[in-house]
């Protein structure tokens, strides 16, 4: 049984650049959250998908974007790269409903931003 | 203000012992999840405990037991028998009431010490 995927494991951009990052979610799962994890603090919610649309965005700008696709992977598009945007993006998947809201996480994507 | 804080940014302890790592939270719902994640440094978010807010019983997954003071506002982890591999990021989340978002703490550094 497949576990929650990502790619690519790492990336290096220069400010002003776009960058897409892509998740697939663990089998059987229908739901997509993204994660934006900065050096030494905790995961900060971006947005979760469900049914290919945006269900809930936390606060970050329109900048962050996303998708998802019928077979319920996921992609992230971060435009007009910052170098506050360096981070550990991190796709967490789950299943709705769900008798608690357990959500398992990929290994995630280590974003540098020069 | 929905809010969780980890008051302890760092702990250490012998192997074999017992450590207790705090968390408190804030939120007016009634209906809230309360989950532990452990993050080694290769960066996945491990699951290790859930504890809803409605369960009368504290939550108790191996080693690993969530001390839950409903009227405190506090789900504290403790880890029985503390091994070498424990030494990681410890996470306290919140999934607020019909919601599936995850808001989590700032963290704990565990170092077990052999």
């Known amino acids: 049984d497949a576990g929650v995927t990502q790619s690519p494991t790492h990336l290096i951009k220069t400010r002003g650049q776009q960058v897409t990052l892509r998740c697939s979610p663990k089998?059987?799962?229908?739901?997509v959250s993204w994660y934006q994890q900065a050096l030494g603090q905790g995961p900060q919610f971006i947005f979760q998908?469900?049914?290919?649309?945006?269900?809930q965005r936390g606060n970050f700008p329109d900048r962050f974007s996303g998708h998802q696709f019928p077979n319920y992977s996921s992609e992230l598009n971060v435009n007009a790269l910052l170098l506050g945007d360096s981070a550990l993006y991190l796709c967490?998947?789950?299943?709705?409903?769900?008798?608690?809201?357990?959500?398992?996480f990929g290994p995630g994507t280590r974003l540098t931003v020069l | 203000a929905q809010k969780i804080t980890q008051t302890q940014p760092g702990m250490f302890v012998q192997e074999k012992e017992a450590v207790t790592l705090d968390c408190t939270y804030d939120?007016?719902?009634?209906?809230?999840?309360l989950f532990w994640y452990k993050q080694p440094s290769s960066g996945e978010m491990i699951f290790l405990i859930y504890?809803?807010?409605?369960?009368?019983q504290n939550a108790t997954e191996g080693r690993y037991s969530l001390n839950f003071q409903k009227a405190r506002k506090s789900a504290n982890l403790v880890i029985s028998a503390s091994q070498l591999g424990d030494s990681a990021m410890y996470f306290c989340?919140?999934?607020?009431?019909?919601?599936?978002?995850?808001?989590f703490g700032a963290g704990t550094r565990l170092a077990v010490h052999p």
């Open positions: 967490a998947s789950t299943l709705l409903p769900s008798t608690y809201n357990e959500q398992f």
């Open positions: 089998s059987g799962h229908d739901t």
């Open positions: 998908y469900y049914e290919e649309e945006e269900r």
């Open positions: 939120t007016s719902d009634q209906s809230y999840g």
């Open positions: 504890q809803g807010s409605y369960d009368e």
């Open positions: 989340a919140m999934s607020p009431g019909g919601y599936n978002k995850l808001i």
